[in-house]
């Protein structure tokens, strides 16, 4: 009965490499989310997609590339992994965008680290 | 550009030692305000979200309430079980959220 799932929870690997990172909701939601929590706890905004179309876009390296092919899942694939690229990816999704219903609800985090 | 600071970083708690945690925003058209908990190794957990200035809400020993710049997360009697990280969040025009760094509370036995 999980709401938010994301494979794997954790991934290590080397600089230079291609890696994805796969997130799926049951809860109906129209609205995916991907954020970036860094050493210092800061959760940021990197993408968000309503009902497969992309509608946030942060300033985030063209190497992270969000791909939803319904809009149950929402995957996040990077090129060329850089060593500041290491932190706690997080994927979400909400009922609606800028709703008055649109709380958040988070999955449980992909820990990538980059050596 | 939407700011939250929040304050004290981390907060140490003995268990029943009632305290508030603090979170100071600017925002270009609040549209909601949300508190989050997270635990170690966990997403966040969705806790409240407040809209107005002068609403509260509460949930077991926990309460916010909202102002015109902050809003505060009221701790009640805390017991071990509430130790975590709590996040506060607002949401502007710009229709994303945006975080505080968090408060790291430990409560003690």
């Known amino acids: 009965d999980t709401a938010v799932s994301q494979t794997p929870k954790y991934l290590v690997t080397q600089m230079g490499n291609d890696k994805s990172i796969k997130c799926e909701q049951n809860?109906?939601?129209?609205?995916m989310y991907w954020y970036k929590q860094d050493s210092k706890k800061f959760l940021k905004i990197m993408f968000s997609?309503?009902?497969?179309?992309?509608?946030i876009n942060e300033t985030v390296p063209n190497r992270f590339s969000p791909k939803s092919p319904d809009k149950a899942h929402l995957n996040l694939h990077i090129n060329s992994l850089e060593l500041g690229d290491s932190a706690v990816y997080f994927c979400?999704?909400?009922?609606?965008?800028?709703?008055?219903?649109?709380?958040?609800?988070f999955g449980p985090g992909t820990r990538l680290t980059v050596l | 550009e939407d700011q939250v600071t929040q304050s004290p970083e981390a907060l140490r708690l003995q268990e029943g030692e009632s305290s508030s945690l603090n979170c100071s925003y600017t925002?270009?058209?609040?549209?909601?305000l949300f508190w989050y908990r997270q635990d170690p190794g966990k997403g966040p957990e969705f806790l409240f979200t407040l809209y107005s200035a002068g609403e509260e809400k509460e949930k077991e020993r926990l309460k916010a309430t909202l102002t015109k710049k902050e809003s505060f997360l009221h701790i009640t009697a805390p017991k071990p079980e509430d130790s975590a990280t709590y996040l506060c969040a607002v949401q502007g025009t710009g229709r994303q959220l945006t975080f505080g760094s968090g408060t790291q509370l430990t409560v003690l036995p």
């Open positions: 925002v270009s058209g609040l549209r909601g």
């Open positions: 979400a999704s909400s009922l609606v965008l800028g709703g008055t219903t649109d709380t958040q609800y």
């Open positions: 809860l109906g939601h129209d609205t």
């Open positions: 997609y309503n009902n497969k179309e992309l509608i």
